[in-house]
C-alpha cells in the first residue's frame, strides 16, 4: 500500500511563492507517474500538474502554465511543485496523487491515478 504525504502549504501573498512537497512511501516510486491537483471550495478537483515515472515528460494546466513547475526526486521518494507569481485563484487545497508504477506517462486525469495524499492548504491573500 502507498501512502502520500503533502507538505508546504500555507498563506502567501499574491505574487508570492510556495514549495509543495509529497513524500511517498513504497519501493515502486521510481516506476510511477505523479501528479498534483488541487480543489477549491464548491468546485471539482482539478489537474494542475502531471510527471512521468522518468521525469523526462510533464504536462500542465494552462491556468499555471509558465508559474508552476513539477519536479521529482527519486532518491527521496519526492514530488514537488514549485508555485510561482501565486494568484488568489490559485487557492485550494492541493492534493498529490501516484499511479501503480507501471512506467506511467504524465497523466491529467484523476482516474488515471491509484494513491492520494491528504491535501494541503494553499491560501493566496489578495
Known amino acids: 500500500q502507498v501512502q502520500l504525504v503533502e507538505s508546504g502549504g500555507g498563506l502567501v501573498q499574491a505574487g508570492g511563492s510556495l514549495r509543495l512537497s509529497c513524500a511517498a512511501s513504497?519501493?515502486?516510486?521510481?516506476?510511477?507517474?505523479m501528479g498534483w491537483f488541487r480543489q477549491a471550495p464548491g468546485k471539482e478537483r482539478e489537474f494542475v500538474a502531471a510527471i512521468s515515472w522518468n521525469g523526462r515528460f510533464t504536462k500542465y494546466a494552462d491556468s499555471v502554465k509558465g508559474r508552476f513547475t513539477i519536479s521529482r526526486d527519486d532518491a527521496k521518494n519526492t514530488v514537488y511543485l514549485q508555485m510561482d507569481s501565486l494568484k488568489p485563484e490559485d487557492s485550494a487545497v492541493y492534493y498529490c496523487?501516484?499511479?501503480?508504477?507501471?512506467?506511467?506517462?504524465?497523466?491529467?486525469?484523476?482516474?488515471?491515478?491509484?494513491?492520494w495524499g491528504q491535501g494541503t492548504q494553499v491560501t493566496v491573500s489578495s
Open positions: 496523487a501516484a499511479d501503480r508504477g507501471q512506467f506511467g506517462m504524465a497523466k491529467v486525469e484523476t482516474s488515471e491515478y491509484d494513491y
Open positions: 513504497g519501493r515502486s516510486f521510481s516506476r510511477s507517474a
